[in-house]
């Protein structure tokens, strides 16, 4: 589909999927830029030799963040990894009962991330950044059980459309893409 071409949004899962990947984009796009400016003002000062003290580890956490919001961004548009050829080889039926299962244990993998992530909260409370000692590292690591919901947000939305989609050659493409 060209990218100037206006998608239609048949019912409102879809016109709320398209608005949840914009969120996400406007979301990964900040902190692209913030991280960009922050590598450049590290860079530029220890070039003249002052560097920064918090340069190093505020880069780490914001490459982690758009690791994290960008595979739910990924998620929303069906850009993940995956292993088609395989799926491709099984009947109509067969793929469709694939899919339904793979996306039950994707689901069930980024439930048990979340809950994990939320479980770690606690055991991190009163701990701070090195470098910047009034962070919490818990406000740091909230990024693991928070892209995790968002994840699971996408791939419920997924998982809803291969139920209620039994035409399985429609659905591949259109689901391939984000479109659906």
């Known amino acids: 589909m060209?990218?100037?071409?206006?998608?239609?949004?048949?019912?409102?899962?879809?016109?709320?999927?398209?608005?949840?990947?914009?969120?996400?984009?406007?979301?990964?796009?900040?902190?692209?830029v913030i991280l960009a400016i922050e590598v450049t003002v590290g860079v530029v000062f220890r070039w003249t030799g002052n560097s920064l003290v918090w340069y190093d580890e505020t880069a780490s956490l914001l490459l982690a963040w758009l690791t994290f919001y960008g595979s739910a961004l990924a998620s929303v548009r069906r850009a993940h990894i995956g292993c088609p050829e395989v799926v491709d080889s099984l009947g109509p039926r067969g793929r469709r009962s694939f899919n339904i299962v793979a996306q039950l244990l994707v689901i069930a993998f980024f439930a048990l991330l979340g809950w994990m992530g939320l479980v770690i909260m606690p055991i991190l409370a009163g701990d701070f950044l090195v470098s910047l000692p009034w962070v919490p590292v818990n406000f740091?690591?909230?990024?693991?059980?928070?892209?995790?919901?968002?994840?699971?947000?996408?791939?419920?939305?997924?998982?809803?459309?291969?139920?209620?989609?039994?035409?399985?050659?429609?659905?591949?493409?259109a689901l391939s893409d984000g479109l659906v």
Do not use: C, Q
Not at 12 to 23: D, L, N, Q, V
Not at 140 to 162: F, N, T, Y
């Open 140 to 173: 740091v690591h909230s990024a693991i059980p928070i892209s995790a919901v968002l994840i699971l947000i996408a791939e419920v939305m997924h998982l809803i459309d291969l139920i209620r989609t039994p035409d399985d050659a429609n659905t591949a493409s």
């Open 2 to 32: 060209h990218a100037a071409t206006p998608v239609r949004h048949r019912n409102p899962m879809h016109r709320f999927r398209h608005g949840y990947g914009k969120a996400l984009e406007w979301v990964v796009g900040a902190l692209m």
